[in-house]
Structures are given as C-alpha cells and as structure tokens.
C-alpha cells in the first residue's frame, strides 16, 4: 500500500465548525462590540449581547477555573457561577476604570475562589523541604497570562484557530496537521503565521 | 509529554526583526497559557441568562382585573405548551455533540452498504466521541459488527453494534486514542464461533 493510500480521508467541514461555535444569526452589532460595551449593554437588561459575551469568554472561564479547581464538575458549576453573576452585577462595571477583560477575570476569579472555599480540605502536613510548585503571586501571574491568551485565541477566525491548537496543544507537526485536516502543507504555514500575527494583534489589545 | 512546537518551522526564517519579535512573544505566551480545556454540553449554551431574566420578571408582577384572569389561565397554559414543545424540540436536536470533521466509509467488494463517521472534539480525558451512520447493513441472526481504528496492521476497538438493515443505523462510539496516529477505519463483522476478528465490511481505504 502506498503513503498516500495509507493516509485517514479526513473531510474537514469548517462550515460545520462554524454553524456549531455560532449556531444563532446575530446582529452585526452585538457582535462588533467591545468586552465593555457588551457589558454595558447586559446592564440593561439585553441578552443578546450576553449571548454575545458568553461566546467569547466561556472557554477562558472555563479553563481558569479547571486550572484553579482541577476537577470537571466543580470548573463547570463555577463557570455558570461566573455568568450568573456576569449578569447580576453587570452594572457595577465602570469603563471609565478599564476594559471589560479585566472585570471580567475578577467576577470569574471571585466565583471559583467561593468554589473552592466550598470544598473541605483536611489539613496538610508541613512539608520537610520547600516546594517548587509556583507560589500565589506566580499562579495569580500566569492565570491572568493564561486568561490574556485563551481570550485572545477567541478573536481568531474559525479556519486559523484549530491550526495554533493543533501545534501547540495537541504537539502536532506542520505536516501532521496538512495530513489531520486534509489541507495542503503550504496553506497550514501561511494560515499558522497569520494566527500567530492576529493573536499578537489580540494580545496587545488585552495589555 | 506533547511536543513543543518550533517557532522558526511555524513561522518561517524571512521575517523583519521585529515582526518575529512580535510573533516569538505571542508564541511564548502560548507556550506558557497552557490548553484551554474542550467545554462540556451544559456549557454550549448560554443559560443564565434567560434564567436569570425570568428570575427578576417574578418579582415584577401585576394583579389582573378578575375579568381577564381566564385568559391569563389560557395564555398561561399555551405558553407553557409552546415552552414544553419548544424544550422537547431543542431538547431532541441539541444532544451536546458537536461534529469537527467527518470521515466517509464505503462497502468492501461485495457489501453495498456505506457510512460515515463524524468526530467531535476531544475531551479532557482523551476521547473522541463518535457518531457512526450506517445505511446497508444487513441484521445478524447472531453477532455484531465492530468498528476499529486502524494503524498498519494494528486495530484499536471503537465499540460494536448490530445492524439495521435497509434503515438508517446510529450510534454514539468513542475512541480513547491518538486518531492522528491511526491510518484508517474499518468496520467488521463478528459471528460466534468464527476467528475473530472477523471480515472486513467497511472501510475508509
């Protein structure tokens, strides 16, 4: 059997992809917001910029709070802690303070710490010597990172987003990912470099 | 341990200085963000808000003249049909199962049978759920058909079913493995007293 007949036929439907992330029409509008506009407007009571918000952030959410909680049930029910309160407290959001990201990290940060108080935890035993793990401010720091990143990674279009997780998550090559998703090699090296471009892009806006 | 990617082979060696620059910060931070984590079906879909909304509207109520109160009761009944209808509906079309990509098979010599296989996105615990559509597939009197994903001569078990004859089969299967490593799929059938595993009757070669 040649190479070629011994690689998977795999047919990449992006529209499918697409249609799943975004099933409902939605206004132009909503979706051009920024993070703080959309809060503004879930102030007032409009779900549809929630529905807008909920799209973006829901994956950041949920990823800060398996890292922090560790545990698939308790990082979701801390996820849907964090919309409800996004929605009950969307009006004591100021812009004049900042962006929405931030406030956002905070609602999201407070309803998993409450997650984690929640659990009982028996005392640890003093350890002999000192630990390597990352201290709070270390963890904090590399949260607000991790929280900077996969916001960001929401920003890229649905034909360049699976290239960078593929590379980077999954630890696929170039050509393993042009063999993964039936595309030429030449396509995944054009499309991976924009990604990267357009997350640089995203990624200053979020300083 | 998953590889670390190469910046130089993702991005290319012809770039101005400070765009690498640029793209080498972005590609560390991706290096250190670590994976965001495939969301669970209960978190697809936006919900609090609706919930919430229709929490505050319970608050906010109005005593209706006695008169009107009947056709409070049957806006209230239709309402309540149109939402249970409505829920069943979405309910029965929303399974939490989204298809990435899907992949054709079709009947070896001698089997008119086809299917296809649709893989959604891998879970944290490193399954890739499965949806497998078959149409052809004789019933077995005895036995059932397995599918397995294929690597060379290796095969990886991907769970088994039984026929539907000329209907439409679907069922829900599962592959806890690397699917970039495999080279194919195939479907056999399985029948007591035969060597196992059994002939071939789908395959996506």
Redesign the interface.
Known sequence: MSRKEEKMELALDLDVRARARNPKPRTAAADECTDGELLERIAGGDSEAFDVLYRRFVRPVFALAMRRLGDRGRAEDATQETFASIWRSAGSYKPERGPGAPWLYAVARNAIVDRTRARYEPPAEVPDEPSNDPGPPEEAERSWLAWRVHRAMQELPEHERPLLELAYWSGLSQSEIADFLNIPLGTVKTRTRSALSRLADALEELQ | M????NFE????EDLPAE?EA??R???E?????????E??P??EE????????SRQNENVYQLLPRRRAGAALALAAAIALIAFVGGYVVGFRHDGF???????MHGVAGVDASAKIQIASRD?NGNWPLKFEARGLPKLKSGFYEMFLTHGKQRFTCGTFGGAGAKTLKVRLNAPYE??R????IVVKELPGHPVPGPTVLT??
């Open positions: 998953t590889r670390e990617p082979e993702l991005v290319g765009e640029r793209l910060r972005a590609h931070m991706l290096l250190a963000a670590g994976p965001m984590p969301l669970p209960s978190l936006p919900t609090t808000g609706e919930r919430e909304r989204t298809a990435q990509y899907s992949v054709p944290a699917l970039q495999g080279d194919g799929w996506t070669a």
